[in-house]
């Protein structure tokens, strides 16, 4: 078996994240409701945290056509599945990835981010399930874990997930209206 040559190390340089999108996916992440009758919508990130800014173009793109505080709220609770996937599934691992969907509904947007699921060291068998819970104490300033879940269950209209550690999809929906999520509350 031949032996392979180690890769040299690379130069490491600054390049603007939309140069990493290919051309017939730019309009995802321009940020206008230029192409506002879209049913679905899908892209796969890449495992490394500097790809958050794109994850952010890519869901506040999706709500282009609502008022600010709807896309500020949808982009974070976006934003949250995305860091999760990263924080808590091999997706954040090199190589990796994670997907994000957005459907976009009658009453609202929903948000799914597929992972690579848990990483662990035994096999899981498709077939066991167990669902994500929110933490009682999550919202708590003072927690140190358990906070995006948390946010997402108070800001979401509805949230939820496939139950499946082995390829995990966390999604949230976001009336139009706001009806169901706390946002409202808050800032009034």
């Not at 140069?19 to 009758?37: A, I, M, Q, T, W």
């Not at 399930?129 to 009682?136: E, F, N, Q, W």
């Not at 939820?160 to 976001?174: C, I, K, Y």
Request: aromatic content about 10%; hydrophobic content about 35%.
């Amino acid at each position: 078996m031949p032996v392979l040559a180690p890769v040299p190390p690379m130069a490491q340089v600054t390049i603007a994240l939309h140069e990493l999108v290919p051309h017939s996916y730019r309009h995802y992440f321009n940020g206008r409701p230029d192409r506002p009758y879209y049913r679905t919508r899908r892209y796969d990130f890449g495992a490394s945290p500097l790809f958050l800014p794109l994850v952010r173009a890519f869901l506040n793109t999706c709500a282009a056509e609502q008022n600010p505080d709807y896309r500020y709220l949808f982009t974070l609770i976006g934003s949250e599945l995305a860091a999760n996937a990263l924080k808590h599934s091999r997706s954040g691992l090199p190589g990796r990835s994670y997907r994000l969907l957005c459907e976009r509904h009658r009453d609202g947007l929903r948000v799914i981010c597929r992972d690579d699921g848990v990483a662990t060291d035994r096999r899981i068998d498709y077939r066991e399930r167990h669902h994500l819970t929110t933490d009682p104490g999550g919202l708590d300033p003072t927690s140190d874990s358990g906070r995006g879940l948390a946010m997402i269950d108070a800001l979401a209209t509805d949230w939820g997930d496939n139950g499946r550690p082995s390829h995990r999809e966390v999604w949230g929906f976001l009336a139009y209206d706001l009806h169901g999520s706390a946002w409202p509350h808050l800032t009034h």
